[in-house]
């Protein structure tokens, strides 16, 4: 039997659900699109019916802020509510969700206990954490915690040319507004399947996955694909397309029974894709991630030598253009002592994961102190329309999550 609470939550996730929906039962919502700015509305008004107050900061961050005690300090909850094209409804949006549910429910707990908060809450839905329609990923995490000036991000602009701040000006979802915060939690799905494998509903994340992801760009020469000979072939198309092959190669030399090394190509672009001519340029990104430094430093060397071989023997020209590097590092072992303590008192199942895929708070536990909270997402599908969590396992992370919020509120991982 779930609570009131409980069906409220859901009654949200569903609702939420419908902007952007896709007929695959997923959502287009990238960022600062327009389905990115009806789902911001659509949470703004969610919140705002609750009393809490909706603030923007200069690269579109959305605050919502919870006030318990008046001039107290914060504590942040946040994920994000963009997604990939063609992406879960799951992915980010969760987490936002959820963030606002266990503050509503310790907005009315407070209200009838005597016990007195020594922060408030604000939930962040962080602007382009998934990364497709503008580059990086992690955006306005990124811009937050200082990894990147705001002005460089407001002048990126999208393949149609659209900067970062036109697109937040068009949805209306931009301001000034600023504040620090004294700790960040983040509940999000696995995006894996290690929880459902071993039948546990929560997984506490202990460490992120190093992370190098690398722009390419391929630069051959232009010609007949039936008049020119081999020999006289500078094909960007066979270049870029080797290196796709060198990164699985290298995926599955580098990975031990210790260490695993994933490696991707997840965007190629090649130019003039025109029936009858070789390519002249194929812009691709390479990432490489691995859960230990030293093997991931040396499948990147391993990456690098690649490269160098394959301009030599396919007679193309590889130049390096922006990366995104992220190092293997822990989380807060309080935070993660606190989370466990917090699923032991809900009788909730857990163990501690990894996380590969990079999420806000890979940037927030550089700052402060940072807890990071995963739920099963059912044969680990993920950034596909079919992505899915139970409800169940989504309650039980909302229920975790406002206990852990609760004991961050009161002071028991950092105090003011
Ligand atoms: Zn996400």
């Known amino acids: ?38 789902t911001r509305n659509w949470f703004r008004g969610l919140v705002e019916g609750h009393g809490f ?19 107290a300090p914060y504590i942040a909850i946040g994920s994000h509510l963009d997604s990939q094209p063609l992406g879960g409804r799951f992915d980010g949006a969760y987490g936002v969700l959820a963030g606002a549910h266990a503050a509503m429910r310790l907005h009315e707990a407070f209200r009838v206990q005597d016990e007195t908060p020594l922060y408030n809450i604000v939930i962040i839905n962080w602007f382009n954490e998934e990364g497709c329609r503008f580059k990086p990923s992690m955006m306005g995490s990124s811009v937050f915690t200082g990894k990147i000036p705001a002005a460089q991000v407001l002048a990126t602009t999208d393949p149609h040319g659209v900067t970062v701040r036109e697109a937040l000006e068009s949805i209306g979802t931009i301001g000034d507004f600023s504040l620090d915060v004294a700790a960040y939690l983040e509940i999000h799905i696995e995006q894996g399947r290690s929880l459902e494998d071993d039948g546990l509903s929560i997984g506490l994340v202990e460490s992120t996955w190093g992370a190098n992801k690398y722009e390419f760009v391929v ?7 039936g008049a020119t000979v081999i020999a006289d072939r500078s094909d960007a198309l066979l270049g870029a397309s080797s290196l796709v092959v060198a990164a699985r190669e290298i995926a599955n030399h580098f990975t031990t029974a210790e260490h695993m090394v994933i490696t991707s190509c997840g965007e190629f672009t090649v130019f003039p894709n025109s029936p009858v001519v070789v390519a002249n340029r194929v812009n691709l990104l390479v990432d490489i991630r691995s859960t230990d430094p030293t093997v991931l430093a040396a ?16 007679a193309v020209r590889i130049e390096r253009g922006a990366e995104h590097i992220w190092a293997a590092k822990d989380y807060d072992a309080a935070g993660l002592l606190l ?33 990071m909270l995963f739920v099963p997402s059912a044969e680990g599908i993920s950034h596909n329309e079919r992505e899915f969590t139970a409800d169940n396992d989504m309650l039980a992370g909302v229920d975790l999550l406002t206990d852990l919020a609760r004991r961050l509120v009161t002071g028991e991982l950092v105090r003011p």
Not at 308 to 314: H, P, T, Y
Request: proline share 3%; glycine share 10%.
């Open 339 to 371: 989370a466990a303590a917090s699923a032991e008192k809900l009788g909730l199942t857990y163990g501690t994961v990894r996380t590969r895929a990079g999420h806000d708070s890979t940037n927030m536990k550089d700052i402060v102190p940072t807890i």
């Open 299 to 314: 499948a990147d060397a391993e990456l690098h030598r690649r490269v160098a071989q394959i301009e030599q023997w396919a």
């Open 219 to 225: 630069h051959g020469e232009q010609a007949h694909t």
């Open 1 to 38: 039997m779930s609570t009131p609470q409980q069906q409220a939550f859901l009654a949200d996730f569903r609702s939420m659900s419908s902007f952007g929906a896709t007929a695959g039962g997923g959502v287009d919502r990238q960022a600062a699109t327009w389905a990115d700015g009806q």
């Open 53 to 71: 107050e909706v603030r923007y900061d200069q690269v579109g961050n959305q605050f919502t802020l919870v006030e318990f005690v008046p001039g």
